[in-house]
Antibody
Framework: EVQLVESGGGLVQPGGSLRLSCAASGFTFSSYSMNWVRQAPGKGLEWVSYISSSSSTIYYADSVKGRFTISRDNAKNSLYLQMNSLRDEDTAVYYC???????????????WGQGTMVTVSS | EIVLTQSPDFQSVTPKEKVTITCRASQSIGSSLHWYQQKPDQSPKLLIKYASQSISGVPSRFSGSGSGTDFTLTINSLEAEDAAAYYCHQSSSLPQTFGQGTKVEIK
């Protein structure tokens, strides 16, 4: 079964750090670009970051640029999001999502994880 | 940044009724427009990609159309299980963006 499972969320104080992980299974992880998408409580979806299959291309939303770092370990079938200098407005469910076509840079997000909640509060 | 504007924000619909949700892009995105369904406390699910391409396993009552700046998601003969939020998403240019969502409620 093709699956993405996020972990690492939790409660953190403003200015703190957190590292999210996304474990992939059931497909050749190293062939697919990946994204992080977040959803604040009761709000819509916001794209956060993109990483290509080989990690050669990385993009960030302006709202997280300079604070968040996306990375992946193809040997471990894992995607990561290192979040530093966290703010109240970063409070959200964070989803990892697969780009739907292998080796494609952009496509629909065909597989989503169940999400992990990040709460930034003092 | 390409802004996607969905309408309506909310729709209350009777079962078996037809539902139409529109998504307008602030500039042309060709056919790089995708639709997702998100039920309460679930992650989004891909319904339609590239404006009109169907997805395996998605019921045939869901269809999409449009190109350029104007797109439509149609649900023919709405069923109770279709109660959800629906989002459009463009992958034409960075940053990738989503519409604000349309909540469909069953009367």
């Amino acid at each position: 079964e093709v699956q993405l499972v996020e972990s690492g969320g939790g409660l953190v104080q403003p200015g703190g750090s957190l590292r999210l992980s996304c474990a992939a299974s059931g497909f050749t992880f190293s062939s697919y670009s990946m994204n992080w998408v977040r959803q604040a409580p009761g709000k819509g979806l916001e794209w956060v970051s993109y990483i290509s299959s080989s990690s050669s291309t990385i993009y960030y939303a302006d709202s997280v640029k300079g604070r968040f770092t996306i990375s992946r370990d193809n040997a471990k079938n894992s995607l990561y999001l290192q979040m530093n200098s966290l703010r109240d407005e970063d409070t959200a469910v964070y989803y990892c999502a697969r780009v739907g076509i292998a080796v494609a840079a952009a496509d629909a997000f065909d597989i989503w994880g169940q999400g992990t909640m990040v709460t930034v509060s003092s | 940044e390409i802004v996607l504007t969905q309408s309506p924000d909310f729709q209350s619909v009777t079962p078996k009724e037809k539902v139409t949700i529109t998504c307008r892009a602030s500039q042309s995105i060709g056919s790089s427009l995708h639709w997702y369904q998100q039920k309460p406390d679930q992650s989004p699910k891909l319904l339609i990609k590239y404006a009109s391409q169907s997805i395996s396993g998605v019921p045939s009552r869901f269809s999409g159309s449009g190109s350029g700046t104007d797109f439509t998601l149609t649900i023919n003969s709405l069923e109770a299980e279709d109660a959800a939020a629906y989002y459009c998403h463009q992958s034409s240019s960075l940053p990738q963006t989503f519409g604000q969502g349309t909540k469909v409620e069953i009367k």
